[in-house]
């Protein structure tokens, strides 16, 4: 191995925690440093990249397939490499963020893969970063259980033939980590969350018979997939594994990157294990990138946009396509719902919402699906048991069927929903909701049964946003109600005043709430759209 370099990095700002010289050892600050060095430039000019493109789309208001990738595309040649015995079968996946608790009970869950998660389902704080490597470090030398200070249930480990694999997702390159700077330069969160992960866990993973297996979250394109493959390539050399240790799975969550799927598998293939199907960041990035494209690219109500609309099924036929022609998995769309304890009726709708969404995903051919909650696994499991049998993934079903043309990626206009009063006031609720929960540290947060992420925050801003500017009109109470930011401020006002009702002086008071309103409408009515909420959300983020 490399000896470590003489300049560590330098921790900035942070309160000192338990156990955090396990993680952040000489040697683990000189290979995060090492790949700042070498690749930070790099991810610099891919964002720089990122706005060019998003002002061209600006100016014309549509997307093509590249033509100068159009060889890749066309060589039927090339495939990814084969799976890894422990990716192979990956038919449910569950999702969530990686505290002490919810790392025993996802991996105790019975899913075949656990998505570690250390991006939208995770609050950057310090706090979260270093003990979330402690909490995975722990969870692969069985040196992990946890005890409920409420209910005084304890947690611990199934036997390691139960548990499911660790796929560890960093945050997105547009983020930084304000606590770790060399010569004064904040390093990528990526840079951190992978860097860390993958030295002290890799030989760990391969004494287990797995491996450092990663999702990558908000490519936008194959050349942000191209910077990653070289941080693996690095990676492995700097340890000392033979190349192809390391898999990725890309979450397709971008709108560009959905023009450019063969393209990033290709970058990867050596690497790679798969593409995935999001929803709402999905959705996000086609507001954000279409914002100015006038009323053909208008959403509406967020939960109005299913996987069944048809600018949606063309993006998740061509997915699996697009996998299964180069020997990939594809993994479909979040099941968010989370039963409840106490209203039956509630569940029993849900349930069948959620089958009925499974079903279709196996049944299309995607090799497996993400679930929110341990409850859906055996639903989940059920729908691709079906479909499955006895046979790890459907990889040999090619849907040379499916045709999709550029248009039908961003047919947004094919949809007869259109946006609705009660739509804005949701949004509003669970923008502010979620906000608040992130700023106290939580990323993964119960509201009105579902389990939202920051994406959930960004969609419904973006909608608020989209609507105002595009003039849209609601109906509602016998009037129609245009989108304005002065109705955005009075549903606003009102939801605080509910949640202040709701929980009471005290507990109001003990919260964030009127800060994540302010920070919702900031980044909703601010004429300069923010690329990311995140962005000045980390900003008034302690810890």
């Known amino acids: 191995m490399s000896a470590p370099a003489p300049s560590p990095l330098a921790i900035v700002d942070a309160e000192p925690l338990p156990r955090q010289e396990e993680v952040l050892t000489d040697a683990a600050l000189a290979f995060v440093a090492e790949l700042h060095r070498r690749f930070t430039p790099r991810r610099d000019e891919l964002l720089a990249r990122r706005a060019e493109r998003r002002a061209e789309i600006a100016r014309t208001s549509t997307l093509d397939f590249l033509p100068e990738t159009a060889a890749i595309r066309a060589d039927d040649s090339w495939k990814v490499a084969p799976s890894p015995a422990a990716l192979d079968d990956r038919r449910v996946e569950i999702t969530g963020p990686t505290d002490r608790k919810m790392t025993i009970n996802a991996l105790n869950s019975g899913a ?19 003990l979330g490597q402690i909490n995975l470090a722990d969870a692969f030398t069985r040196n992990i259980d946890f005890t409920d200070a409420g209910s005084g249930k304890t947690y611990a480990l199934k036997d390691d033939s139960e548990l499911a694999t660790v796929v560890m997702r960093p945050r997105g390159w547009h983020l930084n980590e304000r606590h770790l700077q060399l010569d004064g330069e904040q390093v990528p969160g990526a840079l951190v969350d992978f860097g860390l992960y993958f030295f002290h866990n890799t030989q760990r993973l391969l004494d287990l018979g797995k491996g450092p297996y990663f999702y990558l979250p908000k490519t936008e394109s194959h050349l942000e997939a191209r910077l990653w493959n070289d941080v693996f390539v690095f990676a492995q050399d700097y340890v000392g594994i033979p190349q192809g240790t390391v898999r990725a799975t890309v979450l397709i969550e971008t709108i560009t990157a959905a023009y450019e799927m063969e393209e990033i598998l290709y970058e990867l293939r050596d ?70 304890r106490r209203d039956e009726a509630v569940n029993k709708v849900a349930f069948e919402k959620v089958k009925a969404d499974k079903d279709r995903e196996a049944n299309d051919g995607f090799d497996g699906s993400w679930v929110a909650h341990p409850d859906l696994v055996p639903i989940a499991m059920e729908s691709f048991d079906r479909v499955l049998g006895d046979k790890p993934n459907q990889k040999d079903r090619l849907r040379e069927d499916v045709d999709v043309k550029a248009a039908d990626l961003i047919a947004v206009d094919s949809l007869e929903a259109r946006p609705t009063y009660d739509g804005l006031v949701n949004a509003v609720q669970v923008g502010i909701r979620y906000i608040e929960a992130w700023l106290r540290g939580l990323g993964a947060v119960a509201i009105f049964n579902l389990m939202e992420d920051a994406a959930t925050a960004e969609i419904s801003r973006s909608q608020i946003w989209q609507w105002i500017n595009a003039g849209v009109e609601f109906e509602h109470a016998g009037d129609t109600v245009k989108a304005t930011p002065e109705l955005a401020r009075k549903v606003a006002a009102e939801e605080l005043r509910n949640i202040r009702s709701e929980l009471g002086e005290e507990a109001f008071a003990a919260g964030h709430w009127q800060q994540a309103h302010d920070l919702l409408l900031e980044v909703a009515l601010d004429e300069n759209y923010a690329d990311f909420l995140t962005l000045p959300a980390y900003e008034q983020l302690r810890g």
């Open 112 to 130: 075949k893969v656990w998505l570690a998660d250390f991006e939208d389902a995770s609050a950057p704080t310090w706090e979260n970063v270093v």
């Open 271 to 340: 690497h790679a294990s798969g593409l995935n199907a999001g929803r709402w960041d999905y959705l996000f990035s086609i507001v954000k990138n279409f914002r100015d494209g006038g009323a053909k690219f208008v959403l509406p109500d967020r939960n109005a946009v299913t996987m069944t609309a048809p600018f949606m099924r063309a993006y998740t036929e061509l997915l699996v396509r697009t996998c299964h022609k180069r020997g990939a998995h594809a993994i479909g769309g979040m099941a968010a719902f989370i039963p409840s």
